[in-house]
């Protein structure tokens, strides 16, 4: 089943303790990226690759690290996590050829909280 | 600032009747889409429309895009409970590769 898959579902944490949200896709998609979703501010890209090693910022890429090592795997890292990441987070993937966009596939979503 | 603009934010209806949302947006794209979410879990796509089409049909579902206006529809017709949802218009601007950028969205209650 193509899928995107987010570890793990629910997080809370302290503010200062490093953590990593894992991404995971099994479509052979070049293109990822990750959003953060806010009540009243909608989907906000924080980062996004187009493929293997290339990443690029977002709209909001302040407190945000990612790495794209290998294709399907796009993780997510807050070094110093403060409560204002506090987010619902999704990670996304699609197909990419040139100048053509195409529908993005969403994971079900990381719940952070950061107290 | 968001580029995509739902309209309305909220929209009640019973089972069986129509639901009609709009999506505004400020720049030239490539294409528009839109997603359903519902509650708390991921999006799903619905619809991909391109600049240079007018409208398109999905099932329930008939999307137009008016370039001139900047503006896009989405009509779900004979509703049902399970469409349920929030419903959201996401852009690619022209020359921005595959970034989508996501508008508010609009939240749909089907009354059975």
């Known amino acids: 089943e193509a899928q995107v898959t987010q570890n793990p579902r629910y997080l809370i944490t302290v503010t200062g303790k490093k953590l990593t949200v894992t991404c995971s896709q099994n479509m052979n998609h070049e293109y990822m990226s990750w959003y953060r979703q806010d009540p009243g501010l909608g989907l906000r890209q924080i980062y996004y690759?187009?493929?293997?090693?290339?990443?690029d910022k977002g709209d909001v890429p302040e407190g945000y690290k990612v790495s794209r090592k290998e294709k399907r795997n796009f993780p997510l890292i807050l070094e110093s996590p403060s409560p204002n990441q506090t987010s619902l987070y999704f990670c996304?993937?699609?197909?990419?050829?040139?100048?053509?966009?195409?529908?993005?596939?969403f994971g079900p979503g990381t719940r952070l909280t950061v107290t | 600032s968001q580029q995509g603009e739902e309209d309305p934010q909220a929209l009640s209806i019973q089972e069986g009747e129509n639901a009609t949302m709009n999506c505004s947006y400020k720049?030239?794209?490539?294409?528009l889409q839109w997603y359903r979410q519902n509650s708390g879990r991921g999006l799903v796509h619905l619809i991909l429309?391109?600049?240079?089409?007018r409208e398109k049909h999905s099932g329930r579902l008939r999307v137009t895009l008016d370039t001139s206006k900047k503006s896009s529809s989405l009509l779900i017709t004979a509703s049902r409970a399970a469409d349920t949802a929030s419903y959201f218009c996401a852009v690619t601007p022209k020359a921005a590769g595959n970034k989508l950028t996501f508008g508010g969205g609009t939240r749909v209650l089907v009354k059975p």
């Open positions: 429309i391109r600049s240079n089409e």
């Open positions: 720049t030239s794209i490539n294409n």
């Open positions: 690759s187009m493929n293997v090693e290339v990443t």
């Open positions: 996304a993937s699609s197909l990419f050829l040139g100048h053509e966009s195409y529908e993005q596939y």
